[in-house]
């Protein structure tokens, strides 16, 4: 099959009082600039990936007040919750219920967790107004960004403290949950800008599928601060603390962050790029486990043409985690104190073979404490075929390290096993895209993923615990697209699907205790529709139409959902909003084991924006 990556989302501007889509076109946003494909700015639409990007006015447009709704404008993501704050997302399917094997970056900072080589999402309370752009990248993309980039790699910008000086103000309240947002920007001494930040949001409970109580209601607050000097540097800093109710109790989370970036332009047009920073979490689960993790990353990228055909993007990384976990009778993690190192070097040559030809190859070599050196290289063929058409295509080979749940974990069943492997995943891919107007833009990507041994499940040799093993082998391939249309200067349509076929099985010598329902569980199809349409200078109306399918093995309905939106700019700065989601159904679930998951409702929810 053939995955299809029809592109970007086009946008207006970020803030309130931005241009309407008169005032711009698909020629101009053709020329979007994109990081994450290469570790280096290029533009999207010359980019060998298949990769889409959401703006910072289309999630202002969307009415989302958090990161998962945000992220649901991605076509090619799957995004599922099993409660008001569980969620996951990932793209090209074995989504389970950790999706392990999805990258997540915000301004470089990974935020997976070493724990389950997953993310917390319902630790990730970011303050969606000062989110620039999110570049979410679908296949791997581990020769650059490391393990865990096997099926995609999420990368969430935020804006420069330059771009946001002056005061913002914006609150939120509906049936389902309330919140409000501040920040101050302005000038610092010697060339520099700042932005501070709080941020606060209280969710309600939901009801499961069965009527009882979901235990899902939570209350979270942020705050932090940003600096920028020109694009020279950056430092930013972030504290959050959350409560949040759990069927067994409440579930409380802290932690927080300390971000530098530090680029050294050179006088040949080389660049030198150093990001580090430190982190900080805190969680319980109660009657199950707590942790502490601390967590410090370097990372140091240097970009040069030492001749006029290539461009070299080389460099490394080192990162070192401490966690501390409090074993209870339901799981427990041996040893319960550790420390653990990471360290990776990569290099990758973009070499233009003609003037409409190029050729990236690219190696990384990475040592995780686990299964020692893994190598993950990538070569990419690339083609302008003639103005504004463009193709590629593209082979890799990608890993998910061990976490400490394959290695260390046990439970009354579960053992520990030392000799789980990484999970590998060997990958082609061919892609085009093209400007084939300008008001009509889209590409196209075929995949074909390859696992030899993928995570399974299988009982001791005594017969009395189970095991994590690698015991199942398989291949996955599907569709994945999306496409924007400018129908006139003021009305434009954003729409994608998906298409995934996937076959699992288990290798010579292993036995099965139910994984590969896990491993299978995605839905074959999803699509999106997106509507946005500017009525006058003062009305905006969006409309978002979302289709998932069945999940097979959770015996969890597809579903189709609209969720709408109108806008009145009362006055240059203030924006007032009505946001209805959901509301083509009724209560339905998207995720999750019966008996156990929510069912979601119509929300509706007014917002206010002041910008001055």
Excluded at 216 to 241: I, P
Excluded at 316 to 328: E, F, K, P, S
Excluded at 540 to 552: F, H, K, M, Q, S
């Amino acid at each position: 099959m053939i995955a299809v990556a029809l592109p970007f989302a086009v946008s207006a501007a970020a803030s309130a009082s931005a241009p309407d889509l008169a005032e711009l076109s698909l020629e101009q946003l053709s020329d979007i600039v994109v990081t994450s494909a290469s570790r280096r700015a290029e533009r999207l639409i010359d980019t060998p990936a298949s990769i889409y990007v959401i703006t910072a006015d289309d999630i202002r447009r969307s009415g989302a007040t958090n990161i998962v709704q945000a992220l649901r404008l991605a076509p090619n993501l799957f995004v599922g919750l099993g409660d008001a704050n569980q969620a996951v997302i990932g793209a090209r399917g074995q989504y389970a219920g950790t999706s392990n094997k999805m990258l997540v970056l915000v301004d470089g900072r990974t935020i997976y967790t070493p724990l389950f080589s997953g993310v917390f999402w319902d630790a990730q309370f970011f303050m969606v107004e000062d989110i620039e752009r999110i570049e979410v990248i679908s296949g791997p993309a581990a020769t650059l960004w490391g393990s865990n980039g096997v099926n995609g790699v999420i990368s969430i910008s935020t804006k420069s403290a330059a771009a946001t000086r002056g005061a913002l103000v914006a609150a939120y309240a509906g049936n389902d949950e309330r919140g409000a947002s501040v920040r101050q920007g302005g000038d610092l001494a010697g060339g520099g800008a700042y932005r501070i930040y709080a941020r606060y949001r209280d969710t309600r409970e939901n009801d499961l599928e069965t009527g009882a109580p979901a235990h899902d209601a939570s209350e979270r607050m942020t705050a932090g601060f940003r600096a920028d000097w020109s694009d020279r540097a950056m430092l930013n800093g972030e504290v959050y603390k959350g409560g949040i109710d759990n069927v067994s109790g409440d579930r409380p989370v802290s932690g927080g962050h300390l971000l530098g970036r530090w680029n050294e332009p050179f006088a040949n047009g080389s660049v030198l790029r150093v990001t580090t920073y430190y982190d900080r979490t805190e969680r319980e689960h109660a009657g199950s486990f707590q942790e502490r993790l601390d967590l410090f990353d370097a990372d140091v990228q240097y970009e040069s043409r030492p001749w006029e055909a290539h461009t070299l993007v080389a460099g490394g990384g080192y990162r070192y985690a401490r966690d501390d976990i409090v074993n209870t009778p339901i799981i427990g993690f041996v040893p319960e104190r550790g420390s653990f190192e990471w360290a990776n070097v990569f290099l990758q040559d973009e070499w233009k073979l003609t003037r409409t030809v190029e050729l990236t190859a690219g190696l990384k070599a990475e040592r995780n404490p686990y299964t020692g050196t893994e190598f993950l290289p990538n070569v990419r063929l690339s083609w302008a075929v003639s103005p504004g058409h463009f193709a590629w295509a593209a082979l890799s080979r990608a890993v998910r390290a061990p976490s400490r749940i394959d290695r260390d974990a046990f439970t009354p069943v579960l053992r520990t096993n030392d000799t789980f492997e990484s999970e590998v995943a060997n990958v082609a891919e061919l892609g085009y895209r093209a400007q084939l107007s300008p008001a009509l833009s889209f590409s196209a990507t075929a995949f074909y993923q390859r696992y030899p041994n993928l995570r399974s499940a299988q009982l001791t040799p005594d017969g009395r615990g189970v095991v994590f093993a690698n015991g199942f082998e398989g291949h996955s391939h599907g569709v994945e697209s999306w496409a924007t249309w400018l129908v006139t200067p003021r009305w434009k349509l954003t729409g994608g699907f998906t298409l995934l076929s996937e076959r699992f099985q288990l290798r010579q010598g292993f036995t099965d205790v139910g994984g590969v329902t896990q491993l299978s569980n995605d839905p074959r199809h999803t699509a999106l529709l997106r509507s946005s349409w500017d009525l006058g200078r003062d009305w905006e109306a969006d409309i978002t139409v979302r289709n998932v399918g069945r999940l097979p093995n959770y015996n969890v309905p597809g579903y189709t959902a609209m969720d709408a939106r109108i806008a009145w700019r009362l006055r240059r700065g203030l924006e007032v909003a009505l946001t209805a989601a959901d509301i083509s159904n009724g209560p339905y679930a998207q995720f999750g084991s019966p008996g156990a998951r929510v069912a979601f409702d119509r929300a509706y929810l007014v917002q206010v924006r002041w910008q001055p």
